[in-house]
């Protein structure tokens, strides 16, 4: 497939400088793994994408696709499937640091899909009942007997797809209507507030979510920024502030 959306605009003036940029590559394909196979056949056109302004130095420099590196994917629905996918990289010609571009089927720093991550956080709201109290092992005896999810690592999902939506709110307030959308301090407000979230986002599951492919795409398109997680260059400034 030769039809890519290009990245919008010009870098913030955050990233310009800086090394280990990572992009989001909204990419037409329905799945991590057929992206996969279209990356793996070099079948996409990484230029095409970001454009022609390097998000490193800001200018057209001529930056060069370079060698890209291996990332292992786990995604628990709607089959329990673990794999890896090449992520595509680039090096700026003036600088020679380099950038990379993430599928939007990803979250920075997570192995498991966003659609896993999602569901997962969804199927442990309805197995409260709606009240957000049960013990999560529940939520851990639904998933894949061969997956390595622990509870530490529901929190950890809680607490990153709940920050990614509340930081997208003003974007996706323009979309969706996102009135009853209530945000809390405890995990269980957390589960809650994403399912509302998903409920106003039109997404629809478990155990599949029918829905949020479109939201992820659409969302990476408009803001050039991930949903979920947070990109290298965005953590530094985090840490350095």
Not at 132 to 160: H, I, M, N, Y
Not at 187 to 203: F, M, P, S, W
């Amino acid at each position: 497939m030769g039809t890519h959306r290009r990245h919008p605009g010009a870098p913030c003036a955050g990233c310009i400088g800086r090394a280990d940029i990572q992009l989001v590559y909204s990419n037409p394909y329905p799945s991590v793994w057929e992206y996969a196979e279209a990356i793996g056949a070099d079948a996409l056109d990484v230029c095409a994408c970001v454009g022609a302004v390097c998000p490193i130095c800001g200018t057209a420099c001529g930056y060069r696709p370079i060698p890209g590196y291996r990332r292992g994917v786990i995604e628990l629905f709607p089959v329990y499937r673990k794999g890896e996918v090449r992520v595509a990289r680039c090096q700026c010609r003036t600088t020679r640091r380099t950038f990379s571009l993430l599928p939007h089927q990803l979250a920075p720093y997570h192995r498991y899909t966003v659609d896993s991550m999602v569901i997962t956080l969804a199927l442990a709201w309805r197995l409260s009942d709606g009240q957000g109290k049960p013990p999560l092992e529940r939520t851990l005896q639904a998933l894949p007997a061969d997956c390595d999810v622990t509870l530490w690592l529901l929190f950890c999902w809680a607490r990153s797809v709940g920050q990614g939506l509340r930081g997208a709110h003003p974007v996706l307030a323009g979309w969706y209507d996102l009135s009853a959308v209530r945000c809390g301090t405890r995990l269980a407000d957390t589960l809650r507030e994403v399912a509302q979230y998903l409920g106003a986002l039109g997404v629809r599951g478990p155990p599949r979510l029918e829905g949020i492919e479109e939201v992820l795409l659409r969302y990476g398109v408009q803001s050039g920024r991930f949903l979920i997680g947070t990109a290298s260059q965005d953590r530094r400034t985090q840490l350095a502030g």
